[in-house]
């Protein structure tokens, strides 16, 4: 997810309940929707070779699959480097998240550094679409009857030895919203097909009908941040919207309002409905069933994924010969990232002098999720993760020459040496 953290959400608005217990309005089901999301799959599953669900948002999927492996009070392993919808994901999903050891190269799991004690599960980050090291974790989940769950949703163009990421679990999940700029909309797969029954009739009792309005908004969004995107109207808007009072600096994560979700997990299983703040961060519409033409401009962006690959491929070349680039960009063979992680001095101040020049960085996940919420225990590499965190500058690959331009222009220095042993 990307820029969380600083947009308010104003009532009434396309996410505003407007309906008893939450759940709005109107009903976006219909013939064509069902046409189109059957289609939308079928897209999806000659891309990685499986059998998918399509589903409104990376999260919601994640959701099915979290209550599908794993029973209450399950620890599941996930990287404290990585969104904070990940978490609340697990949290709702009635789970204890544990924090996973840090590698410095690439943000992910440090796989060799992995304590394994009482683990029931794992979630793969593929942070920036860089890849974890999934062989890895899958042997070693195979080894000792761990539900391996891969998150792809930054990776949908990641392939390790030939092989989508987002296969290599019992169950992945993908996202539209980040790829192709759909901002909504993801896919659900599982190594069984059989398991696609009962998560699909899961789907169908979590999701939430959709208005005329929510539906309509849902699609031009994306259309007009895509105007926005190509035409370089960012600074404007950017500087529009602050002027407005509808972007508000509250730090790169949401306000956790720790105390409300402490009160809300001790008071026994948790209803989605009441994880609402949580989990609808820069997505109100994270469980809306999608309509006809929602879906049909979600599949269109698989055009825009396609052509756009050999620009990133060229952009990641460019940015991991530059002396920011994380060690496991430079390390790694060139791939289209979704953002590349480059690692520099003073990063928040650099961010404030980048949105002078009209470029607003997104997808900082800092601080580490052990230190943005008491209720989680530390991980055993907490100076790692600050350190990346802290450092990190994810850059889109399309914007490489710019980027690297300014860079060099602002005087970015490399972030100083991680704190490892």
Known sequence: MSGRGTVSTTPGGSGDPGG???????????????????AIEAVMRDRIGQECLHVPSARFGLLLALRHWF???????????????????????GLRPV???????????D?????????????????YGQPDRVSELRAECDRRGVVLLDDAAHAMQTTVDG??????????????AKHGRAMSGGFLTARDPAALVSLARAREELLLPGGARAQLSGALRPALRETIYRTGLVRPMWHA????????????RCPPREDELRALLAAGPVDPD????????????????????LLGYQRSRFRVVDRERERRVAGVELLRATPWAAEGVRRAAPRPLLRVPLLVEDRDGLVARLESRGVVPGFVYDPPLDDYLDLVPHGPTPEVARWWTGHVLPVDPLRAGRMAGLLTELGARPAPPPPVA
């Open 20 to 38: 008893p217990g939450g759940r709005p309005r109107g009903s976006g089901g219909s013939g064509g929707g069902t046409d189109r999301r059957r």
């Open 274 to 293: 009441a994880m609402r703040y949580w989990l609808r961060i820069d997505l109100d519409e994270w469980r809306m069933r999608q309509g006809a033409p």
């Open 163 to 176: 092989r989508p990421a987002g296969t290599f679990g019992e169950a992945g999940v993908f996202s539209l």
């Open 71 to 93: 029973g209450p009070g399950d620890r599941v392993l996930i990287s404290p480097t990585n969104c904070e919808t990940v978490l609340f994901t697990v949290l709702a999903a």
């Open 111 to 127: 796989v060799p550094a992995v304590d394994w004690t009482g683990l029931a599960g794992v979630v793969t980050t593929h942070l």
């Open 241 to 252: 919207l602050k002027a407005a009072g509808l972007v508000r600096w509250t730090g790169h």
């Open 99 to 109: 924090m996973a050891p840090v590698s410095w190269h690439d943000g992910n799991i």
